[in-house]
């Protein structure tokens, strides 16, 4: 029995409320993306999903996805990682690349999720996973760890990959971004 399930607002969207979504969070008109959603906390792995996302910005250059972070990055003074993170961000060069919408609502987060080319979540574990499953709503791939119940969930949904692996999660987002029948 899952107790757990996305919100009725999480569904597909049409292109105009996605482009829109997108220009309110600073996403120029045109770009790709990825997201994540949640905390960041150490156990979240921002630092692998970091360090991926500059490789393929190396790769890609200025036709590199750009990467969303969605979650309140203020107020967790114990497990919060997000000065750290930013720090990283800046030292890989990859700041142009990266967006902190802070909190977004529901229905702006599903016509986020829409247009994206995947959503992240690869945590050293997760309880169940439920942001990723809110974008698989939306029809979007994921890419998540392998510790948590998403392989279950969203077989064929996704790419999985295990706990700090960071080469795998960099061959993911790279197969996302490059390959439109994958994505589909």
């Not at 919408?101 to 992240?120: I, N």
């Not at 698989?136 to 990959?161: D, N």
């Not at 960071?166 to 993911?172: I, K, N, Q, Y």
């Amino acid at each position: 029995v899952a107790e757990e399930a996305p919100a009725s607002d999480y569904r597909p969207r049409n292109t105009a409320d996605i482009s829109a979504a997108a220009l309110r969070v600073g996403i120029p008109a045109g770009a790709s993306w990825f997201t994540y959603v949640g905390g960041f906390n150490p156990h979240k792995r921002l630092d692998v999903i970091v360090e991926a996302h500059a490789r393929i910005v190396n790769e890609l250059g200025s036709a590199a996805p750009l990467l969303i972070l969605v979650g309140s990055n203020q107020g967790d003074v114990f497990l919060g990682e997000a000065a750290r993170i930013e720090a990283m961000i800046e030292s890989l060069g990859t700041r142009s690349l990266v967006r902190w919408p802070g909190f977004v609502p529901d229905e702006e987060l599903a016509r986020l999720h829409s247009g994206a080319l995947g959503a992240l979540l690869v945590s050293e574990c997760e309880g169940f996973g439920l942001p990723d499953v809110e974008a698989a709503a939306c029809g979007t791939p994921v890419i998540a760890t392998t510790e948590s119940p998403l392989p279950e969930l969203l077989a064929g949904g996704g790419i999985f990959v295990r706990p700090g692996d960071v080469d795998a999660v960099a061959e993911a987002l790279r197969r996302l971004a490059g390959d439109r029948i994958l994505r589909d």
